[in-house]
């Protein structure tokens, strides 16, 4: 699990928005109009001043600059008066921010909204017929398809890692520590192919998935890696759990897996939300489970490591047709780096699991690490390629 | 030959001498008289690249910070009281020498010693100025009491209550061999060979009484202490301590940094002031794949300029309570804001901290982070809360990793013939 809870829901929760772009870029001195270029606009509490009332279809890019004393918005919306093509919110007095967006041929109306409310401040804009880049007409449609698939994904294994758990539960409750130790990471898989999710509750992740570091002084060690312990940990100095702490600790999993599955099926989602998502499974395996932090006592981190790749890849999947003519050559880089890492891992299959990380040489860790880092340097294009 | 050497340092006086670099400076066996300095001194107008060592608080702590470290905790190995002392003794001669641009040692690093026998001053700055050198030393819980809370060198009814150790913060993964000791010694420098020379000399008078627990070394300053520096950036890339007290505010200092008012056994921290140090390791990787957008939301300021997300300029106040389309503008749990003195019933701290790197790990990422330091009045008030508040909420520490710690208490400055420390030993 991640060091902290909240980092992850802010780009799942408070994502970007379907189709806009918000990157902060430093502000630009381009007046320029030329075909493509970047259209300087200041926004000030009464006025909105772009350097162009028209420029080529495409891909387009205007620098945002706040001149007011306001938070200020600015829209791009499309001639029907209703589809916003793009924006970029929250900018603080002073500040810039850049917006890209793909858009054809028509008019539109540029909108700078100085307080965020109200109508905003208006005029006329103008696409004209010469793209720099391609148009998909059903990009918006792409995406919401995007977004619904991943959603059944996720309510799929936040079902199977309900099922799961409960039959974890039990098995731990009763004393059954072989049972136990075989369930524990094929049933934790469910929890790791949508981690992002699963953190986006900052109350009940510490309290399922939190390791002894991340606890402060007086924080109870609860969830998954309490149990890990007292599974696996053999020596003198530690004392295994009476039955009826181990059935405390076993209705505390139960109940609260119940409450974040329900939470985790209501999550609405944006395609930036499982963009960065999948670039967050990712950040996971390499900063906890190529490091064999993540199971201290199990040494099961490859399982945990399988499944973030898959949670991984099916969210990159559900993305793939939006990056068909506009970034096609990103999309062969993931595709060809998810396989080779894949087949890297299935190097270490072992009955239905893998090889314990502990069995791992130095140079079988390097090399997986590498891997990691192939395929998670272009995911972190991602976003940015499938929010335009 | 301290006081008028004061701006003149080592490469001054070898170029006075007519010595050129350190090779002909061995072959010469160059005396450096006093006659010499004074030479120097009238010929060029003194470059102002020493820093006073007496005075009332120690140096390298409201100096303007250089931009380089070596940092070392000691362990004690002898039980003598008395060894202890000649020690503290010789490192305060050592250090005067080196903070003035001198060699240790009377016979120096090449000059008047025995042909046969080592020099007492390694020699590696020989040819290299002062650089703004200082040397600051400080004492750890445990040189007071032993792990079981027995005494050691008589001084447990001079343990500060201030001086506690340090709980157990969430995210902690601390290295015992990176963690804690019974002395500090922080030397910093302009050049980072001034303050590894400094370091390597006192770990060489400490043989046989003191071994090295940890060290580290640090380069580029992560805040500024003085409104004469601009504000540095950090690893990730972000302007660091923009909102780090001055020492020229000494309202603030005397309120957040310098004790007064101790009492009893712990009277000889007056003058003093509390460390605290952590070695904090960034996922530099995972940082760099994040999206602009998410660093500065993180962060709570701009890459470019540092202004806060409430806007303005670097220096404009933050506005926590400018409310954006979801939220604050600032997210309430972004570093800025959880650093924030209003978020912390108005302490602030006195950052010293320094980048540092040791290379690559096993797995080839870089092993680099932020060496944090911190001065304050006392660490129950002015650390412990707020780094208890930022383990747990910090929206940063996802990219951080605690592992190494320190807390030392840090003694009043010395005036000529004290050593360092001498309050502490003859109130005992």
Redo the contacts between chains.
């Keep these: 699990m991640?060091?902290?809870q909240?980092?992850v829901p802010?780009?799942l929760i408070?994502g970007?928005g379907l189709t806009g772009c918000?990157?902060?870029?430093?502000p630009s001195s381009a007046t320029g109009t030329e075909a493509g270029g970047p259209i300087a606009v200041s926004s000030t509490d009464t006025e909105c001043t772009l350097t162009a009332s028209e420029t080529s279809s495409g891909t387009v890019t205007f620098n945002v600059k706040?001149d007011g004393t306001q938070?200020t918005?600015f829209y791009l919306i499309a001639s029907d008066g209703n589809r916003i093509v793009g924006e970029v919110?929250?900018i603080?007095?002073?500040?810039s921010r850049q917006l890209t967006v793909i858009a054809g041929p028509g008019s539109y109306t540029t909108q700078c909204k100085p307080g965020?409310v109200g109508d905003g401040i208006t005029q006329d804009f103008t696409l004209t017929a010469g793209a720099n880049g391609t148009v998909d007409a059903n990009r918006v449609a792409l995406q919401e398809d995007a977004v619904k698939q991943y959603q059944e994904f996720v309510a799929q294994e936040a079902d199977a890692l309900e099922a799961g758990t409960g039959e974890f539960a039990a098995a731990f409750a009763a004393g059954n520590v072989a049972e136990a130790k075989a369930l524990y990471p094929a049933v934790r898989m469910h929890w790791e192919r949508i981690e992002p999710v699963a953190e986006s509750f900052g109350d009940l992740d510490p309290i399922l998935d939190a390791r002894e570091?991340?606890?402060?002084?007086g924080?109870e060690f609860t969830g998954w890696h309490r149990v890990e312990k007292d599974l696996w940990v053999t020596d003198a100095s530690y004392t295994k759990m009476t039955a009826a702490e181990r059935q405390e600790i076993a209705d505390g999993m139960v109940t609260n897996t119940k409450e974040l599955v329900s939470r985790a099926k209501e999550i609405e989602f944006t395609v930036d939300a499982l963009s960065?998502g999948s670039?967050g499974l990712?950040?996971e395996v390499?900063?906890g489970k190529?490091?064999g932090e993540e199971e201290a006592f199990s040494h099961t981190d490859l399982w945990d490591f399988a499944a973030n790749i898959e949670g991984a890849k099916t969210a990159f999947e559900d993305l793939k047709p939006l990056l068909k003519g506009t970034n096609d050559e990103l999309s062969a880089t993931l595709t060809k780096n998810f396989t080779e890492l894949e087949t890297l891992l299935a190097k270490y299959e072992k009955g239905d699991g893998y090889v314990l990380y502990t069995d791992l040489t130095?140079a079988q860790?390097?090399e997986l690490?590498?891997a990691v880092?192939a395929l998670?340097?272009p995911?972190?294009q991602l976003?940015?390629e499938v929010v335009k | 030959m301290a006081e008028s050497t004061a701006g003149v340092g080592r490469r001054k006086i070898l170029s006075a001498l007519g010595v050129g670099g350190v090779g002909l400076a061995v072959g010469a066996g160059g005396v450096l008289s006093a006659q010499a300095v004074t030479a120097a001194s009238q010929e060029e107008p003194a470059v102002a690249d020493t820093v006073p060592f007496y005075g009332a608080h120690q140096a390298g702590i409201t100096t303007a910070v250089q931009d380089r470290l070596h940092i070392a905790a000691f362990d004690v190995t002898t039980d003598s009281r008395d060894e202890l002392i000649e020690l503290l003794k010789e490192w305060t001669a050592a250090i005067a020498s080196m903070t003035a641009g001198q060699e240790v040692g009377g016979d120096g690093a090449a000059t008047e010693g025995s042909y046969e026998a080592p020099p007492e001053d390694t020699g590696e700055a020989l040819d290299l100025s002062a650089s703004h050198l200082t040397v600051t030393v400080g004492f750890g819980r445990s040189l007071f009491v032993d792990a079981d809370g027995k005494a050691r060198f008589g001084l447990k009814d001079h343990l500060p209550e201030a001086l506690i150790e340090l709980p157990h913060f969430s995210g902690d993964q601390l290295e015992s061999s990176r963690s804690d000791g019974d002395i500090v010694v922080q030397a910093c420098a302009d050049d980072p060979q001034v303050a590894v020379h400094a370091v390597r000399n006192l770990v060489r008078l400490a043989f046989g009484t003191a071994r090295v627990r940890w060290s580290q070394l640090g380069f580029g300053r992560t805040s500024s202490t003085s409104t004469s520096q601009v504000t540095p950036r950090n690893l990730f890339g972000f302007k660091d301590g923009t909102a780090n007290p001055k020492s020229e505010d000494e309202a603030v200092m005397d309120e957040h940094v310098w004790v007064s008012g101790a009492a009893g056994g712990s009277a000889w921290m007056n003058e003093g002031t509390y460390m605290v140090t952590r070695r904090i390791r960034m996922t530099i990787e995972t940082w760099d794949r994040s999206s602009l957008a998410e660093q500065e939301t993180v962060i709570g300021r701009t890459k470019k300029t540092g202004a806060p997300l409430s806007g303005g300029e670097e220096f404009t106040e933050p506005n926590f309570e400018l409310a954006g389309r979801r939220g604050p503008l600032i997210d309430e749990n972004s570093h800025v804001a959880l650093a924030h003195p209003s978020r912390n019933n108005g302490v602030r701290m006195l950052r010293r901290g320094f980048n540092d790197t040791d290379g690559s790990d096993n797995l080839g990422r870089l092993d680099a982070g932020l060496f944090f330091i911190a001065f304050v009045v006392d660490p129950r008030t002015h650390y412990v809360p707020m780094q208890t508040a930022m383990a747990k909420n910090d929206l940063l520490s996802e990219y951080l990793r605690h592992t190494g710690s320190g807390l030392f208490a840090i003694p009043a400055g010395v005036s000529e013939g004290q050593y360092v420390g001498q309050g502490l030993f003859e109130a005992a």
């Excluded at chain 1, 603080?92 to 500040?95: D, E, I, Q, T, V």
């Excluded at chain 1, 570091?213 to 002084?217: N, R």
Aim: proline fraction near 2%.
């Design positions: 991640k060091l902290i909240r980092a802010l780009a408070a970007l918000t990157s902060n870029a430093q706040n938070v918005e919110e929250n603080g007095p002073g500040l965020m570091a991340d606890l402060e002084e924080q960065n670039k990712l950040d390499a900063t190529v490091t130095e860790i390097q690490s590498a880092d998670g340097e995911l972190s976003t940015s």
